[in-house]
Nanobody
Framework: VQLVESGGGSVQAGGSVRLSCVASGFTESENYVAWIRQPPGKAREGIASIYTGTDRTYYADSVKGRVAIWHDNTKNTVYLQINYLRPEDTAMYYC????????????????????????WGQGTQVTVS
């Protein structure tokens, strides 16, 4: 299984960025997929997540209202758009998926934790200036 992110780059404050995460090798058609970012010198934080089976979404309070996550099953792709970018949005953005971790408990209780995910992409850098 593989996740490949793209779409990062250098963006001016106030602008927008759309990140893409293409999944391959998954045998199940419904997955929890999240975008998790890591600002320089800080811990990773989950900012948005989606269950592709029902389109149920989760957003961190820190980005709510500026971020949207959605997926396109025909392209096996999960997208993240961030609007009104701020310098503090500068981070490496990772796409991550959960496979077979239901034993950890309700997803809704821990969707934002990196430990909830066991499939990761290589990340894409977003720099806001």
């Amino acid at each position: 299984v593989q996740l490949v992110e793209s779409g990062g780059g250098s963006v001016q404050a106030g602008g927008s960025v759309r990140l893409s995460c293409v999944a391959s090798g998954f045998t199940e058609s419904e997955n929890y997929v999240a975008w998790i970012r890591q600002p320089p010198g800080k811990a990773r934080e989950g900012i948005a997540s989606i269950y592709t089976g029902t389109d149920r979404t989760y957003y961190a309070d820190s980005v709510k209202g500026r971020v949207a996550i959605w997926h396109d099953n025909t392209k096996n792709t999960v997208y993240l758009q961030i609007n009104y970018l701020r310098p503090e949005d500068t981070a490496m953005y990772y796409c991550a998926a959960e496979r077979g971790l239901e034993y950890l408990g309700p997803y809704s209780d821990a969707w934002y934790k990196e430990t909830r995910y066991n499939v990761w992409g290589q990340g894409t850098q977003v720099t806001v200036s």
